[in-house]
């Protein structure tokens, strides 16, 4: 008795245990940024060697590893497609026996036989889709490749009462594409990776239990 009294509060315990969903975004979603360089000592007035990577007239753009860019969440994407097939077959064969004096199987001359067959079959389809996701998120510059582009990747994490919302976003991005306030359009990153993802009450009540799905699997029809 002990036994399964201790094994329904696990089940329970386990039950109100929040994790957080897995994702698919570029790892890790946030790095930090490298050391920074020793002093140097002053060789210019204006233009001094070693600093070449903060340009004087040039808003402050993200171009390092652990600098922060906003994404600007634009994604509105719609598909339509429509299919119709139609078969139609039919054959009439006719085969007779001929009176054949001589013959064994007597009883089969002069019979003839007729075989008819039809076969039809259509076919309709027809699948729509239309999703709309606008937001923004500030992401992270986890990685700058050798031509320059940059891998960002970013998690916002909202709590609202017991449920909590993630918005996760990653892809590479060209500087060419950043404007001066820091920014870029997620139509514009290339390999970009978009989630939004909850978990809490509500999202449990959407869920099938463990033994309707266990079920579902083993059952052939």
């Known amino acids: 008795m002990n036994k399964l009294m201790i094994f329904a509060s696990v089940l329970a315990l386990a039950g109100c245990?929040?994790?957080?969903?897995?994702?698919?975004?570029?790892?890790?979603?946030?790095?930090?940024?490298?050391?920074?360089?020793p002093v140097r000592v002053a060789n210019g007035a204006i233009y001094q060697a070693g600093y070449s990577n903060a340009p004087l007239f040039e808003d402050r753009r993200a171009r390092n590893v652990g600098d922060t860019l906003t994404i600007n969440i634009i994604e509105n994407t719609s598909a339509d497609k429509k299919s119709?097939?139609?078969?139609?077959?039919?054959?009439?064969?006719?085969?007779?026996?001929?009176?054949?004096?001589?013959?064994?199987?007597k009883s089969f001359l002069g019979a003839s036989l007729a075989a008819t067959t039809d076969f039809k079959f259509s076919g309709d389809g027809e699948t729509a889709s239309n999703n709309v996701f606008t937001g923004t998120i500030t992401v992270t510059v986890i990685e700058v490749f050798a031509n320059g582009n940059l891998l960002v990747s970013g998690e916002k994490q909202v709590g609202i009462n017991h449920a909590s919302e993630f918005i996760r976003f990653s892809g590479v991005v060209s500087?060419?594409?950043?404007?001066?306030?820091n920014s870029v359009n997620s139509v514009q990153v290339a390999d970009a990776r978009v989630e939004y993802r909850g978990n809490g009450q509500i999202e449990n009540a959407q869920n099938m239990g463990w033994l309707s799905r266990f079920f579902l699997n083993v059952m052939p029809f």
Request: hydrophobic share 20%.
């Open 17 to 37: 245990i929040t994790t957080t969903p897995s994702t698919s975004v570029h790892q890790p979603m946030s790095v930090r940024p490298a050391d920074p360089a």
């Open 175 to 181: 500087p060419n594409n950043i404007t001066s306030t």
């Open 84 to 105: 119709n097939t139609t078969t139609n077959r039919s054959s009439d064969n006719n085969l007779s026996v001929p009176n054949v004096t001589g013959l064994p199987g």
